[in-house]
């Protein structure tokens, strides 16, 4: 079974609906993050996570709110989205005290039409 | 702010042959850690290689090694022994080594397409 898991892997919306990405992870991670890939952009950080009462904003959080349920649990949410916000997101965890290193989700890969 | 900078959005290589993917990166930190990622088109992110910055001796994992340019904050991968497998996206990726930080600053990213 797969480390850390995203939930779905595709997704098609409409402009203006409520999205929830939902990440989790069997590795005893303490710290989550999600991201955004986009072509000609790479990896940004939308945003993290360091237990369940540290939540904290990367550099492109606007648009997008997040809520960490348990260690294992890491969702994001699109209140109201739009079409530039269609791109792959991924999840990824790593541990507190060898932090050099991050596993990832599968990734989710979302339109909004 | 650290800076992480590949400048070959594509690159090309012929099967068993070698290939060099380029990353520079901007920072004012001594201590650090530095990644390549691969991303198959399966999408999923798997780590290649990783180099502490305060080791002097350049990181190898069998066909993958890096030429680990401190002053120049210059970071290579090499593949040596191309293979089909290989053609993927690679992703250079940057982390502070101070207790407490966050931050994994990525790259743009290199498609590297591996020819028969």
């Known amino acids: 079974d797969a480390d850390v898991t995203q939930t779905p892997r595709n997704r098609i919306t409409k402009t203006g609906k409520r999205i929830m990405l939902e990440c989790s992870q069997t590795?005893?991670?303490?710290?989550m993050y999600w991201y955004r890939q986009d072509p000609g952009l790479g990896l940004r950080l939308i945003y993290y996570?360091?237990?369940?009462?540290?939540?904290n904003k990367g550099e492109i959080s606007d648009g997008y709110s997040v809520s960490r349920q348990a260690q294992a649990k890491f969702s994001l949410s699109l209140e109201s989205a739009i079409p530039n916000q269609t791109a792959l997101y991924f999840c990824?965890?790593?541990?507190?005290?060898?932090?050099?290193?991050?596993?990832f989700g599968p990734g989710t890969r979302l339109t909004v039409l | 702010a650290q800076t992480v900078t590949q400048s070959q959005p594509e690159m090309s290589v012929q099967e068993a042959e070698t290939v060099t993917l380029s990353c520079t990166y901007d920072?004012?930190?001594?201590?650090?850690?530095l990644f390549w990622y691969k991303q198959p088109p399966s999408r999923q992110m798997i780590l290649v290689i990783r180099?502490?910055?305060?080791?002097?001796q350049n990181a190898t994992e069998n066909r993958f090694s890096v030429n680990f340019q401190k002053a120049a904050k210059s970071f290579s991968l090499k593949i040596s022994d191309s293979q089909l497998g290989d053609a993927a996206m690679y992703f250079c990726?940057?982390?502070?080594?101070?207790?407490?930080?966050?931050?994994?600053?990525f790259g743009t990213g290199t498609r590297l397409k591996v020819l028969a």
């Open positions: 990824a965890t790593s541990d507190l005290d060898s932090d050099n290193e991050q596993f």
């Open positions: 590795k005893g991670h303490d710290r």
């Open positions: 996570s360091f237990d369940v009462k540290d939540i």
């Open positions: 920072t004012s930190e001594s201590d650090y850690y």
């Open positions: 180099q502490e910055a305060y080791k002097q």
């Open positions: 990726a940057y982390r502070s080594a101070y207790s407490g930080t966050y931050k994994y600053i």
